[in-house]
């Protein structure tokens, strides 16, 4: 159809008539939209990164290769990381079990559920119902309130001790 219609488009504008005007107006339209600058969205993966940044250090630790350490010292850091990044989950996030079962009972899965809730591992044959033991219960973000950037690119600004 793309063809096609780029071909009576074409015949169109050949001659001065009410559509080539139309297609005219439609492609400088087209043309100005990526001269502009695009905007900037502040994404809530950026908001939630600035966040466990802020809070735990998150990046700082991920960035850092650990292979030079013990696990003592890995250990300790991680305790301070996990700490700050549930602080950030709790604070901007309300989040709950997938299903409310406890993890290594037998659960049975219906027929039509949703297969981004509930992932079957395992030998999977047939038909629904499914009935197999619950490996992780699984996570559904219900609310966020996570906090607005001041950039859109600036996770968490450099950090200078003036002495």
């Not at 301070?80 to 549930?86: F, M, P």
């Not at 659960?107 to 395992?122: P, Q």
């Amino acid at each position: 159809m793309g063809l096609k219609l780029a071909f009576k488009a074409f015949f169109k504008c050949l001659k001065k008539s009410p559509e080539s005007e139309k297609i005219a107006q439609i492609l400088a339209a087209d043309s100005t939209k990526q001269l502009e600058a695009p905007k900037v969205k502040h994404s809530s993966s950026a908001q939630l990164l600035a966040a466990f940044q802020k809070e735990g250090r998150f990046i700082d630790f991920l960035q850092e290769d650990l292979s030079g350490f013990g696990d003592a010292q890995v250990g300790s850091v991680s305790r301070g990381v996990q700490e700050g990044c549930r602080k950030v989950l709790q604070q901007y996030l309300t989040l709950a079990p997938v299903l409310k079962d406890k993890e290594g009972e037998t659960v049975t899965v219906e027929a039509g559920f949703d297969a981004h809730e509930i992932s079957l591992v395992g030998k999977v044959e047939g038909e629904p119902p499914f009935t197999g033991q619950l490996r992780h219960h699984g996570w559904i973000l219900e609310k966020d309130t996570l906090p607005e950037l001041g950039s859109a690119k600036v996770l968490l600004p450099a950090e200078v001790e003036l002495t």
